[in-house]
């Protein structure tokens, strides 16, 4: 049973910058593409960025774009999220997940493990 496990989250101002991390156990994270969701008080989970099996292509929600790196470490079966110029609007609950196959959706639904996320807090 695929298990992911999400940390690094906790409070921090606009400007700062953070590292999220997801272990996964229960398989290998270099069979899935891997994927970080966000939701924020009130709204649905949004697209954040997502990384393929087998090669370095990466996708990032427009927002995140261009601060934002995904990255994985196939030998620990760990995926990361370095985020920087934090935002007040990048607060939420971040979630790791991880999908079967090679397409990178951007559809929280298409996703077949999630981890039960880590609440990242942005003040002004």
């Known amino acids: 049973q695929v298990q992911l496990v999400e940390s690094g989250g906790g409070i921090l101002q606009a400007g700062d910058s953070l590292r999220l991390s997801c272990l996964l156990s229960g398989g290998s994270v270099s069979n899935y593409v891997m994927g970080w969701f966000r939701q924020a008080p009130g709204k649905e989970r949004e697209f954040v960025a997502n990384i393929a099996r087998l090669s370095d292509r990466r996708n990032y929600e427009d927002s995140v774009k261009g601060r934002s790196i995904i990255s994985r470490y196939n030998a620990e079966n760990m995926l990361y999220l370095q985020m920087n110029s934090l935002k007040v609007e990048d607060t939420g609950v971040y979630y790791c997940?991880?999908?079967?196959?090679?397409?990178?959706?951007?559809?929280?639904?298409?996703?077949?493990?999630w981890g039960q996320g880590t609440l990242v807090t942005v003040s002004s």
């Open positions: 997940a991880a999908k079967i196959g090679y397409s990178l959706p951007s559809v929280a639904q298409e996703y077949d493990y």
